[in-house]
């Protein structure tokens, strides 16, 4: 089974500086997609980034970067220069082919809050 | 325009009772999702439809009948709320293109459901 795992509940860091928030996850498959989705005090899920693991080169959406370890099987998010709008919940998703469809296996979530 | 819409937004009902949640996408997708995030954030997977039809169903107690009158449409009903049926549901939907991952899921704005 796949499962997903981010072993940081909570975490800080002050404006402007950088953080990385740590994502692993088990699975048998050669290739799939990972995800990172973003869900701020809106409630509202936003797609921040996807990798696509036959692709070596890390995925980057403006001020965040992965750091994609296939052999270690870690998908870690970089936020550079944050900001106080990146305060949310962080949650990294594995997704799962199951029949005709697609599936979402996600973490439990990081709570990140950026400080002036 | 709002892409994938959900109503209500905060639903609050009484135990035993029966309640419909519905949503809609304008995006032309054919996979319809739903996802139930708990009180500790947890976010799963309930359902998903494509093309009207059901395709993944997992292990949800048939109190829950997802319903999809057309591939824009996917509305949830329950039956006989519980207390655990306390959470905040998303809807989703993505494109099948027929290749792993390529679906990326967009949510919607999620339906606080709190049963008294």
């Known amino acids: 089974a796949q499962t997903v795992t981010q072993s940081q509940p909570e975490m800080s860091v002050q404006e402007a500086e950088t953080v990385t928030l740590s994502c692993t996850y088990d699975?048998?498959?050669?290739?799939?997609?990972l995800f990172w989705y973003k869900q701020p005090p809106s409630r509202q899920m936003i797609l921040v980034i996807r990798?696509?693991?036959?692709?070596?080169q890390n995925a980057t959406e403006n001020r965040f970067s992965v750091n994609f370890q296939k052999a270690a099987k870690s998908f870690s998010l970089k936020i550079s220069d944050s900001q106080l709008g990146d305060t949310a919940m962080y949650f990294c998703?594995?997704?799962?082919?199951?029949?005709?469809?697609?599936?979402?296996?996600f973490g439990k979530g990081t709570k990140l809050t950026v400080n002036p | 325009d709002t892409a994938v819409s959900q109503t209500p937004k905060y639903l609050v009902t009484q135990m035993g009772n029966d309640k419909s949640i519905k949503c809609e996408q304008n995006?032309?997708?054919?996979?319809m999702y739903w996802y139930k995030q708990d009180s500790k954030k947890f976010l799963k997977i309930m359902f998903s439809y494509n093309n009207k039809e059901l395709i993944i169903n997992e292990t949800v107690p048939n109190r829950f009948s997802p319903k999809s009158p057309d591939k824009a449409h996917l509305n949830l009903h329950i039956n006989s709320l519980e207390l655990g049926d306390s959470a905040v549901y998303f809807c989703a939907s993505s494109q099948n293109q027929g290749t792993l991952g390529s679906d990326t899921q967009y949510f919607g704005p999620g339906t606080r459901l709190t049963v008294l």
């Open positions: 995006l032309g997708h054919d996979t």
């Open positions: 990798q696509e693991a036959y692709k070596q």
């Open positions: 998703a594995f997704m799962k082919h199951q029949g005709g469809s697609e599936k979402l296996v």
């Open positions: 699975t048998s498959e050669s290739n799939y997609y």
